[in-house]
């Protein structure tokens, strides 16, 4: 009897050898691929594939090729203009307001300096790859897990005007009107309507700028946020804003 209960201890102390050891080969897989995960998704995003401006050339021949009489195209100025996001959030547990922003903006316009009002807007694209924010493993991120702008097909946030309201028939170089612009804005593929409230100013004989500002859902384009136990809050909302520098 001593040696079977003998038997039984040692095959006992060897099944939990072995239980012990496959647990924490799982644990260790476990842990290999969370940290696998986070280093994927966290990692800097991909760099832009086409330069803004020329990623946008066709539709500024077509837009050219429209221009009537006394309209004259006008060009955003990248290094002069700013696309940039807005959100709430509350980060290991204090209130943080994030703001994302790039320069890599292109556009164009025909803007009539006789009668604005008969101006005609182009489209506008912003290079998603390039937003940055004042966290590197939140740029990573916002490329990878919410724009998913590392994919060719989202790489670009477009907006495409379809009706501007409130421009006047006579605007003098230093003066400024407020107008709004609605239009078609993609983000990862969904397009949705949406109005920016604009500020439109004339500068001089060669320059327009302006300011625009947007508040969206995310959500309704798709958009979802991961869930992380540092972030305990983030607003349902995002404020989109451009400042642009136009010339001709």
């Known amino acids: 009897m001593p040696c079977i209960v003998k038997y039984w201890y040692a ?8 239980y012990m050891r496959q647990i924490a080969i799982i644990a260790g897989v476990v842990v290999v691929l969370g940290v696998g995960g986070f280093l994927y998704y966290t990692r800097p995003a991909p760099a ?3 330069d803004v ?19 004259e195209l006008y060009r955003i100025v990248s290094t002069e203009s700013k696309a940039q996001f807005e959100i709430d959030e509350t980060l290991n547990g204090k209130p943080t307001h994030v703001v994302g922003a790039t ?8 803007y009539n300096a006789e009668n604005p009002s008969q101006s005609t807007l182009g489209e506008i694209r912003i290079n998603a790859r390039t937003l940055k924010t004042d966290n590197e493993r939140r740029n990573g991120t916002l490329s990878r897990v919410i724009l998913r702008s590392d994919k060719d097909e989202n790489e670009f946030v477009v907006f495409k005007p379809t009706s501007l309201a409130g421009m006047p028939q006579k605007l ?25 409230d604009t500020t439109i100013k004339r500068d001089s004989e060669t320059a327009v700028s302006g300011t625009g500002e947007t508040k969206i859902k995310y959500a309704d384009f798709g958009l979802t946020i991961p869930s992380l136990s540092f972030i305990a809050w983030v607003d349902e909302h995002v404020v ?5 520098v136009a010339k001709k």
Do not use: C, H
């Open 172 to 196: 003098a170089i230093g003066e400024s009107a407020k107008v709004q612009v609605t239009g078609d804005l993609t983000v990862s593929g969904v397009t949705k309507s949406v109005t920016f």
């Open 48 to 50: 832009p594939s086409v």
């Open 103 to 110: 320069d890599q903006i292109s556009g164009e316009f025909l």
């Open 53 to 71: 401006q020329q990623q946008g050339a066709a539709s500024t021949a077509t837009l050219a090729a429209q221009a009537q009489l006394g309209q």
């Open 11 to 18: 095959v006992s102390i060897l099944l939990t050898i072995l």
């Open 240 to 244: 989109l804003k451009m400042q642009f």
